[in-house]
C-alpha cells in the first residue's frame, strides 16, 4: 500500500512538499503525475542507493528523496508552474526507472494545483 500527502492549492513561484508512505520497502521508487487532459509522465526517480533522475522539466526546481527507515518518499517541490498542476502518483519499481511500465505498484495520488 502507497498512500501520498502533501498536496494543495498553490501559486506560482511556492513550494510544496509530497510524502509517500510505503508499507513495504522498495529498491526503486518514482513520482509521476497526471495533469487535466493529459497522459500520465515520469516526473523523478530514485534507487535504494539515492541514485537519482528527473525529467527535464523538473530539474533544478523539485527534489526527490527517501527516508529508507520510514519506507517513506518525498518530492519537494520548488519555483512551481501553473503547468505542475496534477495528480502526482508514487510507484515502486525493482531499479530505477522512468518508465511506467516498470512500476508495479501506485498510491492513490494527491493533487497539486498551481494557480497563475
Known amino acids: 500500500q502507497l498512500v501520498e500527502s502533501g498536496g494543495g492549492l498553490v501559486q506560482a513561484g511556492d513550494s510544496l512538499r509530497l510524502s509517500c508512505v510505503a508499507s513495504?520497502?522498495?529498491?526503486?521508487m518514482g513520482w509521476f503525475r497526471q495533469g487535466p487532459g493529459k497522459e500520465r509522465e515520469y516526473v523523478a526517480a530514485i534507487d535504494w542507493s539515492g541514485r537519482t533522475a528527473y525529467r527535464d522539466s523538473v530539474k533544478g526546481r523539485f527534489t526527490i528523496s527517501r527516508d529508507k527507515a520510514k519506507n517513506t518518499l518525498y518530492l519537494q517541490m520548488d519555483s512551481l508552474k501553473s503547468e505542475d498542476t496534477a495528480v502526482y502518483y508514487c510507484?515502486?519499481?525493482?531499479?530505477?526507472?522512468?518508465?511506467?511500465?516498470?512500476?508495479?505498484?501506485w498510491g492513490q495520488g494527491t493533487q497539486v494545483t498551481v494557480s497563475s
Open positions: 510507484a515502486t519499481s525493482g531499479r530505477l526507472s522512468t518508465l511506467e511500465d516498470d512500476y508495479l505498484f
Open positions: 513495504f520497502s522498495s529498491y526503486g
